[in-house]
């Protein structure tokens, strides 16, 4: 795992958006093969989001040859649910929405179950041919996706359980913490380190220690990002506080 370090969030999120550009740039595109990008949401990626827009206003980058698919999404959500992760990319990430993909909160006919939902989101990625670059987050407690500690190096996109810890970091997006999902549907950890190439972004003190047992600690599944150790191409990108507990 290759750490970049930057002093603030500014310039960390600057950095994950010029390499993000780099890699769209540098694809060559088919007819049948587009750029696959798979995405967060959360507080993480909010200036990486922005920073893109403005490229992409000011003709640096194009979105024409790429395909955007997130990692998660809450179970019971509608798209048009305010606290939808749908909804935050609406938002936030300006794409044509026949170039995005989500996994849906709930679930759109034919099929009937969230399972039936995660199965043919591992198809569709399949389909796509798999993931070029796939930039996330990390939790507190080292989540990747919604992998909570404990979760399989080897699975794929499931339904999961929140974590309580998670469900309450998470409460400051809802009016009422107990409005927060207890389950989501995400990718799971094998399906992540499948991607050809992930660059995670963590800014922020109370990263510190999920950023230390990831990059400093053994592989380990009471932290599921320190799974990325396994993974040959993964650019871990910080501020100094979220690397401040690195020796
Ligand atoms: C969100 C996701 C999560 C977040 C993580 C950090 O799509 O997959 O793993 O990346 O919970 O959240 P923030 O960025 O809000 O600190």
Redesign the pocket.
Known sequence: MYLSNHPTKEEASKYVASLIINRINTFEPTQNRKFVLC???????LLVYKELARKCEGGEISFEHVITI???EYVGLSSDHPQS?YQFMEENFDIPSNQFHLLPGLPIPPHTTPQESCASYESLITSLGGIHLLF?????NG?????EPCSSFRGRTRVVKLNEG?RK??ARFFDDPSEVPRHAL?MGVGTIIDSQEIVVLA??Q??AEAVRKAMEDGVNHLCPASALQLHEKVILVTDDEASQNLR
């Open positions: 995405l967060p949401t959360g507080s993480t990626p997130n990692l998660d992760y996330m987050g990390i939790g507190e989540h990747i996706a919604f992998n998670t970091v998470n995400s800014i922020g109370k990263k």
